[in-house]
Each structure stands twice: as C-alpha cells, then as structure tokens.
C-alpha cells in the first residue's frame, strides 16, 4: 500500500494578484477588455479582474476556460487539439458540463509539473484572450523559479 494522505497545492492569493497585473498589462496592450479569473486547484476562485468596458458576464468565460486549465493541467487551446479533436465522446461530455468553456484562453499554474491554479480569459476575440491568459501563466513561472519549488 503507498501513501494514505496526498498533499495538494494551491497558487498563493499574493502570487495570484501579481500575475494578474500581467495579465491586466497584456490585456491593455491588446486591447482585450475581458475578465482575467484566476482559481486555486480546487478551482474556486482567488481573485479575479474585469476590465473597463467588458461584457458584465466575461468573468464566466474565463472562469470555465480557468476550471478546465486547472483540472486538466493544460491549456485549453492545447486540450482542444491534443484530446478534444480526437475523442468525441471526451467532447460531447465536457462541452455538456455548463462549468467548462472549452476555447482557447485558459491556461494551468503549474508548481513542480503539477496544476495548482488556473487561469481564464474572455471577453476578446480568443486568440487573444490566449495570449492574455498565457502572461498569467507565465508570470506565475518566473515566480515560481524566483522563489524555488
């Protein structure tokens, strides 16, 4: 028998606010006014923005591209085309799940490989809303190897 007790990880709420500066810059630089939702690996909610001028629900997007970015350990986009494409089944059952928005723009906080956050962003055309999200992400990288894992 292994272990008896597992340990899970959570991105921190201050790790958590400085990435969403990133996030909010790159959205300025796009243009992108959207909600940028960042969840903890349980995928509730540790802090969340919504720019001047997005559509009063964008945060509901970017938290259902952030919950499957979390749960799955990848980008939506990368989910999309690695899992998606190919298993219909796998499709018909997570585009039906009302807490999911499986287009691109959500990406996963990894620490040591593993999910421990997410990240989603909607309210732009959602190539955009990738790259967005994508700061995010990797904003929470540098963290990370600034603060060792």
Not at 39 to 58: C, F, M, Q, R, S
Not at 62 to 89: C, H, P, Q, W, Y
Request: aromatic share 6%; hydrophobic share 40%; proline share 3%.
């Amino acid at each position: 028998m292994g272990d008896v007790v597992r340990t899970q990880h959570h991105v921190t709420y201050e790790a958590a606010a400085e990435c969403l500066q990133a996030g909010i810059a790159k959205a300025r630089e796009l243009g992108v006014r959207g909600a940028i939702v960042i969840v903890d690996a349980y995928g509730e909610i540790v802090t969340v923005a919504k720019l001047d001028g997005a559509n009063p629900k964008a945060w509901r997007g970017g938290l259902g591209k952030a919950l499957v970015a979390s749960g799955m350990g990848l980008s939506t986009g990368d989910f999309i085309e690695k899992r998606l494409k190919n298993d219909d089944v796998l499709y018909r059952a997570l585009s039906s799940n009302p807490d999911t928005f499986l287009v691109p723009g959500g990406f996963p906080l990894l620490y040591d490989g593993k999910p421990v956050g997410g990240v989603g962003v909607s309210g732009g055309h959602y190539t955009d809303d990738a790259k967005v999200s994508e700061a995010v992400a990797n904003r929470y990288t540098e963290l990370v190897a600034e603060h060792g894992s």
